[in-house]
């Protein structure tokens, strides 16, 4: 198991953001309970990596606290399923490849959003579901490193 958590954990959050784009995209909610799922799946197998310190754990949870806190500071302009979605993601790859993730979905997020208000389908301040756009970020993540 312990060669092989690098393996299994992608496909696992690879599972977990595929269901978790599919239900975003059709309810624009997250249930809580998913989300712990999620971040029980990601602690468990990171307990289970022969890699696993505390000090790289912190550091995992970096990228979602900071979307927390942007969100509190923003009135929730970024939900807290999204926030807790990055932090999920955090514990399964780190900081470096949950970053890279996040900038990846936030250019597709936003070359999106950009064809929906020139196609006037979408006004400015309607919401957008995320998650989905986080899968691709995934992907893409995956098919870069």
């Known amino acids: 198991m312990r060669d092989l958590f690098p393996v299994v954990s992608e496909i696992v959050l690879l599972i977990f953001?595929?269901?978790?784009a599919i239900i975003?995209?059709?309810t624009g909610r997250l249930s809580i309970w998913f989300l712990i799922s999620g971040m029980a799946a990601g602690l468990l197998l990171r307990f289970l990596s022969s890699g696993f310190s505390i000090k790289e754990f912190l550091f995992?949870?970096?990228p979602g606290t900071a979307l927390?806190?942007?969100a509190l500071l923003?009135?929730?302009?970024?939900?807290y399923g999204d926030c807790l979605l990055i932090l999920i993601t955090g514990i399964f790859l780190g900081p470096e490849r949950t970053i890279l993730q996040f900038f990846i979905s936030l250019l597709l997020a936003g070359?999106?959003?950009?064809l929906?208000?020139?196609?006037h389908k979408k006004g400015r301040r309607e919401d957008l579901p995320f998650a989905p756009f986080l899968l691709a970020g995934y992907?893409?993540?995956l098919i870069i490193s």
């Open 116 to 119: 929906l208000l020139v196609s």
């Open 74 to 79: 923003t009135k929730q302009a970024v939900g």
């Open 24 to 26: 975003d995209f059709q």
């Open 111 to 114: 070359g999106f959003s950009i």
């Open 139 to 141: 992907v893409g993540v």
């Open 68 to 70: 927390f806190l942007i």
């Open 60 to 62: 995992a949870l970096i």
């Open 17 to 20: 953001f595929f269901a978790a």
